[in-house]
């Protein structure tokens, strides 16, 4: 799931850094609010799911960490769009990240136990790997209204916090 | 008041400053404590102004934690001399130092 999630964004990558096709392939701001938005929500449902199922403390308190901080994030990019009277809009990205997500839950749902941790935590240090790398190289520079651009560099921020915390837990449970 | 009152006063007032403990702020702005180096004496506080909407720690490894929720304040009195790092156990890329001296 990861190489198709990876060749999804890849895909948005190489084309925003195509010549020819650059101005096109650029998102938009509204697009911008989408994919962000789309990204939070799925680290907050994939929370829930560890929420439920994992029975180790560390697992359950990162997810936890991690739903309230999407969920944070999430309410402030609302209250943004709101602002700006932007009406975000869906897009490929955000329809590929969020099929390649439901795969992945699938996938999380079959497991139990040291299994479902051990998958839980490295995808999520994989997932925000990925959405750090997408923020740097694609949404931020992309982003023309600099309050969009502003909470995208905060959330950038936060999502390393994430990836360093995940690695942290990952490490815990060799 | 007689001389010996206003003595009395006069130490009162300049006697136990010197050796009175401060207040020492922390503002946490979008990931970044600020100052992120700070300078304190044994018996001074440490308060961390959260101004994030996200929840935050100051973690010592091996050591204390504070927590700090998003929009609100927590205080640490500094009970020993040391000089530590402290990081964010939700957000390890947020690091403070914190040199704490005898009074």
């Given at each position: 799931m990861f190489t198709r999630h990876i060749?999804?964004?890849?895909?948005?990558?190489?084309?925003?850094?195509?010549?020819?096709?650059?101005?096109?392939?650029?998102?938009?701001?509204?697009?911008?609010?989408?994919?962000?938005?789309?990204?939070?929500t799925?680290?907050?449902?994939?929370?829930?799911?560890?929420?439920?199922?994992?029975?180790?403390?560390?697992?359950?308190?990162?997810?936890?960490d991690m739903e309230r901080d999407h969920e944070a994030v999430n309410k402030q990019a609302l209250d943004l769009v709101k602002k700006l009277k932007v009406t975000p809009e869906d897009?490929?990205?955000?329809?590929?990240?969020?099929?390649?997500?439901?795969?992945?839950r699938a996938k999380l749902a079959k497991l139990e136990g040291a299994a479902f941790d051990k998958a839980y935590v490295e995808n999520e240090v994989a997932y925000h790997k990925q959405v750090?790398?997408?923020?740097?190289?694609?949404?931020i520079p992309s982003a023309s209204n600099a309050e969009l651009k502003s909470l995208l560099e905060t959330g950038l921020k936060i999502f390393q916090g994430h990836e360093q915390h995940a690695e942290h837990v990952a490490g815990m449970l060799k | 008041m007689s001389k010996r009152q206003l003595w009395i006063a006069l130490v009162l007032v300049f006697g136990?400053?010197?050796?009175?403990?401060?207040?020492?702020?922390?503002?946490?702005?979008?990931?970044?404590?600020?100052p992120a180096t700070v300078e304190a004496k044994v018996g001074d506080t440490i308060k961390w102004v959260n101004k994030d909407v996200f929840a935050h720690t100051a973690t010592v490894k091996g050591g204390w934690e504070v927590?700090?929720?998003?929009?609100?304040?927590?205080?640490?009195?500094?009970q020993k001399a040391e000089a530590v790092d402290y990081f964010c156990r939700?957000?390890?890329?947020?690091?403070?130092h914190l040199a704490v001296t005898a009074p």
């Open positions: 060749a999804a964004l890849a895909t948005v990558l190489l084309m925003g850094t195509a010549p020819l096709a650059q101005a096109a392939d650029k998102p938009t701001d509204p697009q911008i609010a989408h994919i962000a938005y789309t990204a939070g799925i680290d907050i449902e994939a929370a829930k799911l560890a929420i439920k199922t994992s029975k180790t403390k560390e697992v359950v308190d990162f997810a936890k897009n490929a990205t955000s329809q590929a990240l969020s099929a390649a997500a439901k795969e992945e750090n790398g997408a923020l740097e190289t694609l949404l | 136990t400053s010197p050796v009175q403990a401060e207040t020492i702020q922390v503002t946490i702005d979008k990931l970044v404590f600020s927590m700090i929720p998003p929009k609100a304040t927590a205080s640490l009195t500094l939700f957000h390890p890329n947020m690091k403070g």
